[in-house]
């Protein structure tokens, strides 16, 4: 079994940034892929950004040019970094991790932005 473990969320006034982290407590496999989701209350849940350990980056339109993905193999760890935020940024982000064939979700961390 995978465990990952957010930190960093927290409140803050918009245009302000916060910085994410999650670590993994295993890699099932070289070949995988960290990401972040994020679900805003009454929503369905939606992919913020994602990185393979191949290189490939993916962001949803809404946060590009604004939030940054980065993985630190060495610690299993994956940030997200997250510039100028706004009130509709306001969600529990959610860590994964995707590997032979099965994906791992973190529990969470609150994120809360203030106009």
């Known amino acids: 079994q995978v465990q990952l473990v957010e930190s960093g969320g927290g409140l803050v006034q918009a245009g302000e940034s916060l910085r994410l982290s999650c670590v993994a407590s295993?890699?099932?496999?070289?070949?995988?892929?960290m990401g972040w989701y994020r679900q805003a209350p009454g929503k369905q849940r939606e992919l913020v950004a994602r990185a393979t350990s191949h290189g490939k980056i993916d962001y949803a339109d809404s946060v590009k040019d604004r939030f940054t993905i980065s993985r630190d193999n060495s610690k299993n760890t994956a940030y997200l970094e997250m510039n100028s935020l706004q009130p509709d940024d306001t969600a529990i982000y959610y860590c994964t991790l995707e590997a032979q064939l099965r994906i791992h979700w973190g529990r969470g961390t609150q994120v809360t932005v203030s106009s």
């Open positions: 295993r890699m099932p496999s070289s070949s995988n892929a």
